[in-house]
């Protein structure tokens, strides 16, 4: 977990913030943006250094698989120091201590983020509530440094009250439709590449079937020759293999299903909110309070998923 005072040290590295909205002048929502675009920075940056520690396990572990196949087939002695090397490769990018933590300073500071985003938009609609008030459960227990760099903020008053419809409601509305749609063309791509690998491994699979009966029926083949075709099999099959490895451990850690789930709902959620405050044609507190709990559940049911998706040590 990381401590508040981690972050405040963190966050001084930061040479440049995002922001929420563009020309801040109130000092309270200054302050928040503030601390917001420390957070989602530091999350990008973690973000990065944890994708990339995904991909090189994941592109490791297939070629651990092909290369002691390669050794078995062909018999160059010399490939087992080529498996070895690529192990201790492995256990090296696996177990890196500062690129261990990365997943964990990534979830924590997206969660922070999305929290300074929630009170940001609650005190710009001129509702006196802080939401470390109104964390689920779930966060608190997980992620204190929420609750501590909520508590820490100097105000959460503003002079006067503001919409929120476009810069948060349909703003959101739109970005959680162009994730969705981002994460099914990538679940798509995900999809192809399987059936691609399933149905080299079944053709490959089945020319080995064919090859099998007529040697049984005493085809004249040389033996020269068929020790060649079995090995060309082997080291098909073992290709496929290493394919479906990469895609496992790569794309099965991304829970694309989930991501698009869970962006299907926040869109979900902010349509109902957008149709709800133009049927009443106010943007009640009522109605922004249910937003911002709605949104804080949906943080801890994010965090939840990708939490399991650490990478693992393991080639299979």
């Not at 401590?3 to 922001?19: A, G, M, N, V, Y």
């Not at 080291?235 to 496929?240: A, E, L, R, S, V």
């Amino acid at each position: 977990m990381i401590t508040k005072e981690q972050f405040d040290e963190e966050r001084k590295e930061c040479e440049e913030l995002s922001h929420i909205e563009k020309d801040i002048t109130n000092p309270t929502l200054a302050e928040i943006d503030r601390l917001y675009g420390a957070a989602d920075v530091l999350s990008m940056k973690h973000a990065l250094v944890h994708h990339e520690r995904l991909l090189n396990i994941s592109l490791i572990a297939p070629f651990i698989v092909f290369y002691f196949i390669l050794y078995e087939v062909t018999e160059h002695h010399w490939l087992i120091i080529v498996v070895t090397a690529l192990i201790l490769l492995l256990y090296y990018v696996y177990s890196r201590p500062e690129d261990e933590e990365s997943h964990e300073r990534y979830l924590e500071y997206r969660v922070l983020a999305e929290s300074l985003r929630v009170q940001y938009f609650i005190s710009k609609a001129g509702i006196n509530k802080n939401v470390a008030d109104i964390l689920p459960w779930f966060t608190e227990i997980r992620v204190p440094l929420v609750k501590n760099v909520l508590n820490g903020l100097t105000s959460i008053e503003t002079d006067k009250k503001e919409s929120i419809m476009e810069c948060w409601v349909i703003d959101q509305m739109k970005y959680h439709d162009r994730a969705h749609k981002k994460s099914l063309k990538l679940e798509e791509k995900h999809e192809l590449y399987e059936k691609i690998s399933l149905y080299a491994t079944i053709l490959i699979y089945a020319l080995a079937f064919v090859f099998e009966i007529l040697m049984m029926a005493h085809v004249p083949i040389d033996f020269v020759d068929a020790h060649f075709i079995r090995a060309f099999f082997k080291i098909g099959i073992g290709t496929t293999t290493a394919i479906t490895i990469f895609l496992k451990n790569y794309f099965g850690k991304l829970s694309l299903s989930s991501k698009i789930e869970e962006h299907k709902r926040m869109h979900w959620l902010y349509e109902n909110v957008e149709h709800k405050m133009k049927t009443t044609r106010e943007e009640s507190e009522e109605q922004i309070l249910y937003l911002a709990e709605q949104c804080l559940i949906e943080n801890t049911i994010w965090y939840s998923h990708q939490k399991n998706n650490d990478p693992d040590f393991a080639v299979e």
